[in-house]
């Protein structure tokens, strides 16, 4: 994601550049200007690639694009370089397992309140982006002046940028689809049809608003481009990592009839982080405390920790008592 945001504010000039903590990526992607996670795509020239955290001391704005576990000990290290006041764009999607902080709360905490946050989130494969196909995005913030700033820089012929003043609703949005999105993948590997597909995402909204209205986010906001908009993208798109790994996590249990060596060996195998794994994890855990109901969740969760296997997750869930539809 950090490459075609790269990409967004090249475009218009600006100075950007890419930190990465590991010297050797940083070498790699600063001498071939590509990513095999994005064929056909090049930085522009004028985009800087470092390892050298002394970067950040000139830096305007911040975005962070680690994934959301890696946030807390990434930004111990680099907060002592953030100039003051400096707004944080964060695009992240995860709940960090135990302290069940959202990735503007960690940041929060590192900085010591210092920087204003925002979140950046919508349906956003980054492929696509990478072609500069059209996207719609949401700058979510209680400051308005870095969320009107994160849309100015942000919008471009190929991105539109919304405004919102809801960051808790739209990061809940953007964590719990990731859970929602495996199961999704799940169904593609059990081949259980486009039926059950569309059913997972109707219910599966109804479980992210209730999580999300329940830890004080707005139910309208679940309702937009950051939550079905994203969630129906990452659902469906075969580049979605989620969904991908769902998909192969149900095809590897049905070779080897072990769900619980399965999910070890798809997570080795995966280029990229899979942020729903451990949000998973964590919103379950957060479910159980606050006692709020959110079945698919649990079925994931029971899937990836507690040995279940997929289809008897999905009879569990097919058995469930009957009641009145509602939503949140």
Known sequence: MSLVLADVLAFHGHEVTIWSPFPAVAEELKSTRQSARLPGFRLLDGISVVSDACAFERATIVVNALPTQYIRPTFRTLAAHLPSAVGIVCVAKGIEVGTFERPSEILHGVTQGRSPIAALSGPTIATELARRLPAVMLAAS?????????????????????????????????????????????????????????????????????????????????????????????????????????????????????????????????????????????????????????????AVHGILFERLAPKDAIAALMSRAASSERVG
């Open 142 to 298: 209680t400051d308005s002046e870095l969320r009107a700033k994160t849309a100015q820089l942000f919008t471009s012929p190929w991105t539109r940028i919304y405004q919102s003043d809801d960051p808790v609703g739209v990061e809940l949005a953007g964590a719990c689809k990731n859970v929602i999105a495996i199961a999704a993948g799940l169904i593609d590997g059990l081949e259980l049809g486009s039926n059950a597909k569309s059913a997972l995402l109707a219910r599966g909204l109804s479980e992210i608003a209730r999580v999300g209205v329940a830890l004080g986010g707005k139910l309208e906001t679940f309702f937009g481009v950051a939550g079905v908009g994203d969630l129906a993208t990452t659902c469906f798109s075969p580049d979605g990592r989620n969904r991908r790994f769902g998909e192969r996590l149900a095809r590897e249990t049905l070779k080897s009839g072990n769900a619980s060596d399965a999910v070890q060996r798809v997570l080795a195998e995966s280029a990229s982080v899979v942020e729903g794994v451990p949000t998973c994890q964590a919103l379950v855990a957060l479910a159980r405390e606050r006692q709020f109901e959110i079945p698919i969740m649990e």
